[in-house]
């Protein structure tokens, strides 16, 4: 069964028109990442919670936001989108244990923009 | 973040033992060593992570050099379903998320 469910697996949005990704967990993970990967790299850290406790990568844009409700649930807010923001964006949870720890993702949503 | 510089890709047979390096020479006394891997339209998935002893589970192996600065991860038989992206990650200890490098480009050849 999937641990990290990421919907929907494909979105397509507008030039400008906000967006949002939604990721839910059933690990009772404390922390819970964003990544984006774009075509042949590596993904990239947009941000991760710790709990409550936001943290944002210095290089993660302004238009890029994140919503965590309760300890399932994250959100990413893209509130408008470019061409460049077309990507693969990947959720992940991982329970910080400071000796070392497993991180599962999701199967990533595909972002179009046109 | 310590960095790390892995190959940017290798090829092996199928069947074949594979050794897959990395180093992270600015790694700190703390970090573990984690690797990743990613296969084809999947998100990325664990393999294994170890501190300063070596480390075997039912995927891999890990090496870890005795000053740390380097590891070594081992497919002990490589399928075609090995085939992916291998990222070897140091950090993750206490509240330090994980970090990707570019990672070896795996090819398994039949």
């Known amino acids: 069964d999937a641990m990290v469910i990421q919907n929907p697996r494909y979105q397509v949005t507008q030039f400008g028109k906000p967006v949002t990704l939604s990721c839910s967990q059933t690990?009772?993970?404390?922390?819970m990442y964003w990544y984006q990967q774009k075509s042949s790299q590596a993904p990239k850290l947009l941000f991760h919670?710790?709990?409550?406790?936001?943290?944002n990568e210095a290089d993660t844009p302004d238009n890029f936001q994140s919503r965590r409700p309760n300890t399932s649930f994250c959100f990413l807010d893209i509130r408008s989108p470019g061409l460049g923001d077309a990507a693969m964006y990947l959720c992940?949870?991982?329970?910080?244990?400071?000796?070392?720890?497993?991180?599962?993702f999701g199967q990533g949503t595909r972002l179009t923009v046109v | 973040d310590a960095k790390t510089t892995q190959p940017n890709s290798m090829e092996s047979n199928e069947e074949e033992p594979v050794h897959l390096p990395c180093n992270h020479s600015?790694?700190?006394?703390?970090?573990?060593i984690h690797w990743y891997r990613q296969l084809p339209s999947q998100g990325p998935e664990y393999v294994i992570h170890?501190?300063?002893s070596n480390v075997n589970n039912r995927m891999a192996s890990l090496a870890i050099a005795e000053d740390r600065k380097s590891s070594t991860l081992i497919l002990h038989r490589a399928t075609l379903r090995d085939a992916a992206v291998y990222y070897c990650?140091?950090?993750?200890?206490?509240?330090?998320?994980?970090?990707f490098g570019k990672g070896t480009r795996l090819s398994v050849i039949a």
């Open positions: 170890g501190l300063t």
């Open positions: 992940a949870t991982s329970r910080q244990t400071g000796r070392g720890t497993e991180a599962f």
């Open positions: 919670y710790y709990d409550k406790d936001f943290n």
């Open positions: 690990l009772n993970h404390n922390v």
């Open positions: 990650i140091p950090g993750n200890s206490g509240n330090t998320p994980l970090v």
């Open positions: 600015t790694i700190s006394g703390t970090d573990y």
